[in-house]
């Protein structure tokens, strides 16, 4: 009862107040324009708060608009813009580029988001895999799989229930995959991006099958969206992470359990990234500590 006064307030909060998108009105991709297996990032692009060809997008531009439109803490679009930068992107220009890029493109950006096993995974929520074909085009018979979820556990809106069940029947249909991959890497992608989804275009782990439907199908941000007032850190999605997990949870390759609890998320992701990309994950770690000035403790552990 409580969950319901709190939403019908804050709707009207933001039907009074939200001017959508002001001089940056929603326009599909056009031929030419390149977009990801990412939602969020293709709405961006998709209003024009980043270039709208997906190309060359500049980490630092990216860190500021994921915190100006969506409320990402910059301690988290700077990790997130970063491992998009050493993973696929180019690191003499500090950009990355949606989508695919194998030879010598027109582009500055590297090899592109939807690089399989960079950051692009198996079991996404919403994308084959790519032994199925298409790793990056939203597919709706997935979505609509996660959607039967909403409704019967959920009378419709997405929760950590939903998005656990959903991420844990993506895993066994791809199980069967001769080349699945699902490390580390693949759990902290995977059950991270449920809890973005969850909190940034929800909140408290909730979202509505409006907001969802706008941001999964169409890429395109709600029209009566209203970013959240408390920034989403990296222990917040964590938290949220672990509790989408937790509730089904699915082995992991090359690890044995996952922990419970976590001591400095910064130290555990950067450890995930280190176990699968060795040489990336320094320069990232070198990058951090050069910009920040903090060190990441040499002991940081998992407990
Ligand atoms: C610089 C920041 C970001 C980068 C580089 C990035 C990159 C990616 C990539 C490469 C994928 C594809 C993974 C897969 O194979 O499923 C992905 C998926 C996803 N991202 Fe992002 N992302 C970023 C920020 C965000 C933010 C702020 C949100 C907030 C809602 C978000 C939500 C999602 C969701 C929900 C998926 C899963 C799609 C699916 O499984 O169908 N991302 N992201
Ligand atoms: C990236 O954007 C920042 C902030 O606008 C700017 O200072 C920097 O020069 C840009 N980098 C490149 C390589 O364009
Ligand atoms: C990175 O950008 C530089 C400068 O535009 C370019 O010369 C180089 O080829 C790019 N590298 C990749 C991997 O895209
Ligand atoms: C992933 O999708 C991109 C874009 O369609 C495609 O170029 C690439 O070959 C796919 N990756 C794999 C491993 O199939
Ligand atoms: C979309 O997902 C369904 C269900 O997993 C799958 O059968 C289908 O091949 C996928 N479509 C594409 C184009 O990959
Ligand atoms: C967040 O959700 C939890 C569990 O549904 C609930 O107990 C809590 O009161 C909610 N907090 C806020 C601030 O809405
Ligand atoms: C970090 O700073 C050191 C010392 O100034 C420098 O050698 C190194 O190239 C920097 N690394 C990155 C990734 O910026
Ligand atoms: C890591 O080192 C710091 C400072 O040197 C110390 O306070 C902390 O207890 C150590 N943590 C572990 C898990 O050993």
Same mark, same amino acid.
């Given at each position: 009862?409580?969950?319901?006064?709190?939403?019908?307030?804050?709707?009207?909060?933001?039907?009074?107040?939200?001017?959508?998108h002001h001089h940056h009105h929603f326009i599909p991709p056009g031929p030419g324009d390149s977009r990801s297996p990412c939602p969020a990032l293709n709405a961006l692009a998709n209003h024009g708060y980043l270039p709208r060809n997906g190309l060359d997008w500049n980490a630092t531009e990216v860190v500021q608009t994921l915190k100006d439109v969506y409320n990402v803490d910059p301690s988290l679009g700077s990790?997130?813009?970063?491992?998009?930068?050493?993973?696929?992107?180019?690191?003499?220009?500090?950009?990355?580029?949606?989508?695919? *890029?194998?030879?010598?493109?027109?582009?500055?950006?590297?090899?592109?988001?939807?690089?399989?096993?960079?950051?692009?995974?198996?079991?996404?929520?919403?994308?084959?895999?790519?032994?199925?074909?298409?790793?990056?085009?939203?597919?709706?018979?997935? *979505?609509?799989?996660?959607?039967?979820?909403?409704?019967?556990?959920?009378?419709?809106?997405?929760?950590?229930?939903?998005?656990?069940?959903?991420?844990?029947?993506?895993?066994?249909?791809?199980?069967?995959?001769?080349?699945?991959?699902?490390?580390?890497?693949?759990?902290? =992608?995977? *059950?991270?991006?449920?809890?973005?989804?969850?909190?940034?275009?929800?909140?408290?782990?909730?979202?509505?099958?409006?907001?969802?439907?706008?941001?999964?199908?169409?890429?395109?941000?709600?029209?009566?969206?209203?970013?959240?007032?408390?920034?989403?850190?990296?222990?917040?999605?964590?938290?949220?992470?672990?509790?989408?997990?937790?509730?089904?949870?699915?082995?992991? &390759?090359?690890?044995?359990?996952?922990?419970?609890? =976590?001591?400095?998320?910064?130290?555990?992701?950067?450890?995930?990234?280190?176990?699968?990309?060795?040489?990336?994950? &320094?320069?990232?770690?070198? *990058?951090?500590?050069?910009?920040?000035?903090?060190?990441?403790?040499?002991?940081?552990?998992?407990?």
């Amino acid at each position: 009862m409580m969950k319901v006064i709190v939403f019908a307030v804050t709707f009207t909060v933001a039907t009074a107040t939200f001017k959508p998108h002001h001089h940056h009105h929603f326009i599909p991709p056009g031929p030419g324009d390149s977009r990801s297996p990412c939602p969020a990032l293709n709405a961006l692009a998709n209003h024009g708060y980043l270039p709208r060809n997906g190309l060359d997008w500049n980490a630092t531009e990216v860190v500021q608009t994921l915190k100006d439109v969506y409320n990402v803490d910059p301690s988290l679009g700077s990790g997130l813009a970063l491992a998009a930068v050493f993973l696929t992107g180019n690191t003499s220009t500090q950009s990355f580029s949606l989508g695919e *890029y194998s030879g010598k493109e027109a582009v500055s950006g590297g090899i592109g988001l939807s690089h399989h096993n960079r950051i692009e995974h198996d079991a996404s929520l919403s994308r084959a895999d790519a032994f199925t074909g298409d790793n990056h085009s939203f597919n709706a018979t997935m *979505y609509c799989n996660l959607k039967r979820i909403a409704a019967k556990l959920n009378g419709g809106a997405f929760n950590t229930d939903v998005l656990s069940l959903h991420r844990f029947n993506q895993y066994q249909a791809s199980k069967v995959n001769p080349d699945f991959t699902f490390g580390p890497i693949q759990w902290f =992608l995977g *059950y991270g991006e449920a809890a973005l989804s969850l909190n940034v275009f929800g909140k408290n782990n909730t979202a509505t099958a409006a907001a969802f439907d706008s941001f999964f199908a169409k890429e395109r941000i709600p029209d009566d969206f209203i970013k959240n007032s408390i920034a989403l850190t990296p222990k917040i999605l964590f938290l949220s992470a672990l509790e989408v997990y937790n509730k089904n949870p699915v082995p992991i &390759q090359g690890i044995d359990t996952l922990p419970q609890k =976590l001591d400095g998320s910064e130290c555990f992701i950067l450890k995930l990234i280190q176990g699968t990309f060795p040489d990336a994950a &320094q320069d990232l770690i070198n *990058y951090i500590a050069n910009n920040t000035g903090r060190d990441l403790p040499a002991n940081c552990t998992v407990v």
